[in-house]
Antibody, heavy 119, light 107 residues
Framework: EVQLVQSGAEVKKPGESLKISCKGS????????IVWVRQMPGKGLEWMGI????????RYSPSFQGQVTISADKSINTAYLQWSRLEASDTAMYYC????????????WGQGTMVTVSS | EIVLTQSPATLSLSPGERATLSCRAS??????LAWYQQKPGQAPRLLIF???NRATGIPARFSGSGSGTDFTLTISSLEPEDFAVYYC?????????FGQGTKLEIK
């Protein structure tokens, strides 16, 4: 079964760092790009960035450039989203998704990781 | 950045009725337009890619049309499980954006 499994919910304080993960299985991880999508409570979907796990080429939305870092470790089929200093406004659900090869859209989604930032 | 505007924001219909959801792009996206369905507490699910192609396992009552700047998602006869939020999404120069969503609710 093709799937993306994300790490569990996190509760952090402002100023702390965080790295969440997204592990792919059931397909060739290096062939398909992975995207990260934010959904703030009660709001819509926002595309954050994309990574090619094969060569770690990364592109960011202008809204998230410099705010987060996307990376991948192809040896363990895992992509990451990290913050160096969290803010309360980072409280949201974060999804990873796979960009299909012939299906030019996000065809497989992780279950989401809820990040809560509160003092 | 290409902006996608979805209308209406909320659509109230009954099971069995036809639903027509609109997505307009601020500039041409050719046919690089996808539609997703999201139910409460769930991750989004891909319905349509490249404007008019149904994703694997998506029922035939879902159809997409359009090109350039104007796109439509049609649900021919609403089933109870179709009431959800629908998002359109585009790709241009390796930048992606979503519309703000249309909530399809039971009348």
């Amino acid at each position: 079964e093709v799937q993306l499994v994300q790490s569990g919910a996190e509760v952090k304080k402002p100023g702390e760092s965080l790295k969440i993960s997204c592990k792919g299985s059931g397909y060739s991880f290096t062939i398909y790009r992975i995207v990260w999508v934010r959904q703030m409570p009660g709001k819509g979907l926002e595309w954050m960035g994309i990574i090619s796990p094969g060569d770690s080429e990364t592109r960011y939305s202008p809204s998230f450039q410099g705010q987060v870092t996307i990376s991948a470790d192809k040896s363990i089929n895992t992509a990451y989203l990290q913050w160096s200093r969290l803010e309360a406004s980072d409280t949201a659900m974060y999804y990873c998704a796979r960009l299909g090869e012939f299906v030019r859209a996000f065809d497989i989604w992780g279950q989401g990781t809820m990040v809560t930032v509160s003092s | 950045e290409i902006v996608l505007t979805q209308s209406p924001a909320t659509l109230s219909l009954s099971p069995g009725e036809r639903a027509t959801l609109s997505c307009r792009a601020s500039q041409s996206v050719s046919s690089y337009l996808a539609w997703y369905q999201q139910k409460p507490g769930q991750a989004p699910r891909l319905l349509i890619f490249d404007a008019s192609n149904r994703a694997t396992g998506i029922p035939a009552r879902f159809s997409g049309s359009g090109s350039g700047t104007d796109f439509t998602l049609t649900i021919s006869s609403l089933e109870p499980e179709d009431f959800a939020v629908y998002y359109c999404q585009q790709r241009s120069n390796w930048q992606y954006t979503f519309g703000q969503g249309t909530k399809l609710e039971i009348k």
